[in-house]
């Protein structure tokens, strides 16, 4: 017997409250390199591989950070860090094996945006 297809087929879109969203665009767009798709109402929209990520302003009572982590697979790990530290950013700690595999190990090195959002590099490297 077949299962049936999932009733959702991913995320499409993730939205970031902002205090103030003009500084946190710049961030996520001349730091972390994401490109911009548009703009619309106050909100920017970026790519971020199939999912969008959506800054705009918080609404009244809305918490800013600390609600969710983002995580952003980065292309070469190695380039990543050191682009990223060089851009200013502070990781929490070093980067954590999460898993290992012949030739490889599954990493994470989480960090914060200037608004307090957690963020981490999560993805395979060569095995050290």
Same mark, same amino acid.
């Given at each position: ?16 409250? *902002? +205090?103030?969203?003009?500084? @946190?665009? %710049?961030?996520?767009?001349?730091? /972390? ?44 790990? *190695? +380039?990543?860090?050191?682009? @990223?530290? %060089?851009?200013?950013?502070?990781? /929490? ?36």
């Amino acid at each position: 017997m077949n299962a049936p297809p999932p009733l959702l087929s991913g995320i499409c879109q993730i939205a970031l409250a *902002s +205090a103030d969203p003009q500084t @946190l665009v %710049a961030f996520y767009r001349d730091t /972390l390199g994401l490109p911009v798709l548009f703009e619309a109402s106050g909100m920017t929209f970026f790519q971020s591989g199939a999912t969008r990520l959506m800054i705009g302003p918080a609404q009244p009572g809305q918490t800013v950070g600390g609600d969710a982590v983002v995580y952003f697979e980065p292309h070469d790990w *190695s +380039a990543a860090e050191t682009k @990223l530290e %060089a851009a200013g950013v502070a990781f /929490l700690h070093p980067a954590q094996p999460l898993q290992k595999a012949p030739g490889r190990e599954l990493m994470l090195r989480p960090f914060r945006d200037p608004e307090g959002h957690y963020l981490a590099l999560m993805g395979w490297r060569a095995a050290a």
